[in-house]
């Protein structure tokens, strides 16, 4: 399973997001272990670099609902600024179904 937190620097919910994944992974008992990628990063690829920060991709399914990118922007969820610990985890869940995509 590959989870991603994207964010560009100065996203002020880049933290928040960031405790809900480490959390959320702590709780389905995966390593904790993620990737973060900085947008703006000359290395990071162009699709990923197209979504707003903060966003989480589990297996490259934004834990949002998105169905695609969001653009370079600041995003907001529903609950606040970030993605929760139990968007993060349902999405995780959501991935380990029989017949979810690898």
């Known amino acids: 399973m590959t ?3 994207l ?4 996203c002020p919910h ?3 997001a ?3 994944v480490r959390a959320a992974i702590a709780l389905a ?8 990628l900085d947008t703006t990063a000359a290395t990071t690829p162009a699709p990923l670099a197209r979504w707003g920060s903060p966003t989480v991709l589990v297996d490259g399914v934004d834990v949002g609902g998105a169905h695609a990118p969001t653009g ?3 995003r907001l969820y529903p609950e606040g600024g970030a993605p929760t610990t139990s968007m993060v985890l349902a999405a995780i869940r959501a991935r380990r179904q029989p017949g979810a995509r690898p």
Do not use: K, M, N
């Not at 964010?7 to 100065?10: L, M």
């Open 3 to 5: 989870i991603q937190l």
């Open 7 to 10: 964010y560009f620097p100065g």
């Open 14 to 16: 880049h933290e928040r």
């Open 18 to 20: 960031r405790r809900s």
């Open 29 to 36: 008992g995966l390593p904790a272990t993620f990737e973060e």
């Open 72 to 74: 370079a922007t600041c």
